[in-house]
């Protein structure tokens, strides 16, 4: 069993940033890939980015080169940095962990999820 707990979302105006922060506790943080999911009012939770145990890492097309996902496995944290934020990054934020090594996409893929962090991004 993990646990995971996000925080670090708020409301922020168009153009800045925020980084999201998941802790994890439980089994060994190192055996998952983790990845961050996001769902927008009356819109499915989406992929947005995920990372595995080496830091490789691969991300939605609309937040390449404005968001970064990164990991302290010495800390059981994983990140999201977010820059050049847009309205439409508005979103309730989820941490998840994945018990295999790729970098996958789809919801079903992960196991364990946190509560998610609110992000408001007002134009």
Known sequence: QVQLVESGGGLVQAGGSLRLSCAASGRTFTNYAMGWFRQAPGKEREFVAAISWSGGSRYLDSVKGRFTISRDNAKNTVYLQMNSLKPEDTAVYY?????????????????????????????
């Open 95 to 123: 941490c998840a962990a994945d018990r295999n090594y790729a970098l996958r996409v789809r919801e079903s893929d992960y196991d364990y999820w946190g509560q998610g962090t609110q992000v408001t991004v007002s134009s």
